[in-house]
């Protein structure tokens, strides 16, 4: 393409897929380990700058490199890094931004390996410090700040309980000490919310979920300044390794062409599904961002462009025979984890808990088993409705 910028949409299209001299619409994988040089002096400049130079995969590759320009463009992004997993992702970020015995400041909730990795992990061999706060009120974030706070790791929506955070507001009392923020973006995608121009410095997404969106890759980004993003290649991405395969990276590429059709399909699908769900009288309540009910819908409004497609909610009854006849009986929705994908999903967080408690304790601690969380996929809203209509008749 030439130097005029185009929409997003087109953008995700063709940039960097210049033809070959072949005519092949679809640039080949470089499925390469290494590169070699013309002449000592060739590979000697190289060396100058392996950011932008392939001397070797776990450095550059060009497959790997053309995807990560659509992705900063898609994140509004001066430049991004894929990783072999989400959770490289943010384990390098992480580890990019905090020393020996500093101070983090995360919220409830958060994506649970991430939350061991901070509260486990980190604390265990790099003595780092963590306070959780609520994050109702940016304030909550300014209380928790100590001397040795360096870092505020953020998500928003979350993905367990759909908690909405004033980003611009936590970014700024972050910089006026000098603090790091990340946020994992991965519910909202960079269609629907892009943190960065609100002021967060680091933004991860799963890529395993909606930007692949088709259940067939697991990998992960970190999007941000130039400067930061060079300095997680040249040492956590480079030293950790957590690089991803060229194929892999050829495979996002073919799920970017379609990434925001497909959002505006989960969006339109999931607000459908969850106004029916809103009005069925075997459910209590319902968690959807995208429901003008939702609590904290009007914040949410204010820095988000949309809505993804994962929501929960709570059945009415506790009993969890039914719970199960539930959750046994759905057609079109498969019984796993993980989300974003083309196909609906169900999942009870009550199979997770009950590995730990009977049922009667859970309800003496005033957990509730009745919650059932669903990742609404590309088919036609219609059916995914009546299979959730029929599942749910039978447990009134
Ligand atoms: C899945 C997920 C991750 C981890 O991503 P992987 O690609 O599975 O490592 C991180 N954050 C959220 C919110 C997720 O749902």
Request: hydrophobic residues 40%.
């Amino acid at each position: 393409m030439d130097n005029k910028s185009y929409n997003i949409q087109t953008e995700l299209c063709h940039l960097g897929e210049e033809k070959n001299s072949n005519g092949a619409v679809i640039k080949p994988i470089y499925q390469n380990s290494t590169f070699t040089f013309d002449s000592w002096d060739s590979i000697d400049s190289a060396f100058e700058d392996p950011y932008n130079n392939a001397i070797y995969t776990r450095g550059k590759n060009p497959t790997v490199h053309a995807v990560e320009l659509k992705l900063a463009t898609l994140c509004k992004a001066e430049s991004a890094k894929l990783f072999t997993s989400g959770m490289a992702a943010i384990s390098s970020a992480i580890l990019s931004c905090v020393n020996y015995g500093d101070h983090v400041v995360t919220i409830n909730n958060i994506y649970a390996p991430a939350n061991n990795f901070l509260s486990g992990y980190l604390k265990e061999k790099m003595n780092i410090e963590l306070t959780y706060v609520s994050g109702n009120s940016p304030d909550d974030f300014k209380d928790a700040i100590k001397d040795n706070t360096t870092l505020f790791y953020l998500e928003s929506p979350t993905y367990a309980d759909f908690n909405v955070l004033d980003l611009r507001a936590i970014a700024n009392i972050a910089k006026s000490k000098n603090i790091k923020t990340i946020i994992d973006n991965t519910w909202s995608t960079p269609y629907f919310q892009n943190p960065l121009s609100l002021g967060i410095d680091l933004e991860i997404h799963s890529v395993s979920k909606y930007l692949s969106g088709h259940s067939d890759i697991v990998a992960g980004l970190v999007a941000g300044k130039e400067e930061l993003i060079r300095s997680l290649f040249n040492r956590e991405h480079a030293w950790l390794g957590g690089k991803i395969a060229p194929f892999e990276a050829w495979l996002i590429n073919r799920s970017l062409r379609t990434f925001i059709l497909r959002m505006e399909k989960h969006q339109e699908n999931a607000l459908q599904v969850a106004r029916f769900l809103e009005k069925h009288p075997a459910i209590e309540q319902i968690n959807y961002p995208g429901l003008r009910s939702f609590e904290r819908y009007s914040l949410a409004l204010k820095q988000m462009n949309g809505f993804s497609s994962l929501m929960s909610f709570r059945l009415r009854t506790k009993d969890i025979d039914k719970i199960k006849v539930f959750v046994n009986s759905l057609k079109l929705f498969g019984l796993g984890v993980s989300w974003g994908g083309h196909e609906s999903l169900v999942y009870a967080p009550a199979i997770s808990l009950l590995k730990e408690l009977t049922p009667e304790q859970a309800q003496a601690m005033d957990i509730s088993l009745s919650d059932i969380r669903i990742s609404v996929g590309l088919e036609h809203y219609q059916d995914l409705i009546d299979d959730l209509n029929s599942s749910l008749n039978l447990i009134i």
